[in-house]
C-alpha cells in the first residue's frame, strides 16, 4: 500500500507508519538484577529475549522511547552480506576465518527470520539480496567471491549482466545474487518481542537515562538521571 509522507520531517519512517507503539515507565525507584541492558532498540530487545528465555532476571532501560533512534531509522534489510567482501577477509585473515564470519551471518539471518516469524505481524518478508558490479573490470573479483562462497556452502549465484537485466530490468556488468535476505519492520519488531521479554517478567524502563556506572568486584551500580 503506498503512503504519503514527508521525508523531510525529521522523524523516522518506522514511526511514522506504525504511530507511537506501547510505552513503558520511567525508573523511579532503585531495582536489582541479573543483567540490565542499557539501551531499548533492535540490539537490547534480542540481547533481553535471549537471556530472559534462559531465566536471567533482566532489567531494560531506554533514555528516549522504545524503539527509537537508530532502530526507528533502519533500512530493515536483513541479509548476510557484511561490509567487506568474504575474499577481502580471507586476504586480511584466512579463509576459514572469513568463512566463520560468513556463515555465521546465515545463521544469524535465519534465526532473526525464525524470530520474526514467530511474533508474527512484524512485516517480514523474506527476499534475495543482489550486489551488483559497477564496471566490466569488476567482474573477477565477482567471480572470485563467488568461488569462494560456494567453496562454504554459502548461497550465492554469479548472474551475468543478461540475466541481471532479465530478472530485475537493471543494467549491470554482473551480479551475485543470495537467496538468503529478508525484510522486516524494525520498530514493530523490537517493540513485540520486548513486550514478550516484559510478559516472561523483565522490567522495562523508558525515558530514563543512564548516567554514571560504578563497577566493583560483586557487580555494577547504575545510576540514572532521576538519581
Known sequence: RCREMDTKSGYPFWVLANGLLPSYPRIERDERCD?????GGITGALIADELSRHGHDVVVIEQRDIGWGSTA??????????????????????????ALA???????????????????????????SVYLASTPRHLP???EEQTLRARYGLPSKFLTAEEVLERFEIAAPGALYSPT???IDPYRFTCRLLARVHRRGARIFDRSRVERMEPTSRGVTLHTDQG
Open 181 to 183: 535476505a529478508a525484510v
Open 73 to 98: 531509522a533502519s533500512t530493515a534489510m536483513l541479509q548476510y552480506e557484511i561490509d567487506e567482501p568474504m575474499r577481502t577477509l580471507a586476504d586480511r585473515y584466512d579463509e576459514l576465518t572469513a
Open 35 to 39: 543483567v540490565a541492558i542499557i539501551g
Open 102 to 128: 560468513y556463515t555465521t551471518c546465515v545463521e544469524a539471518v535465519e534465526g532473526l527470520i525464525r524470530l520474526a516469524r514467530d511474533l508474527d505481524d512484524v512485516g517480514l518478508k523474506r527476499t534475495g
Open 141 to 143: 573479483q565477482f567471480v
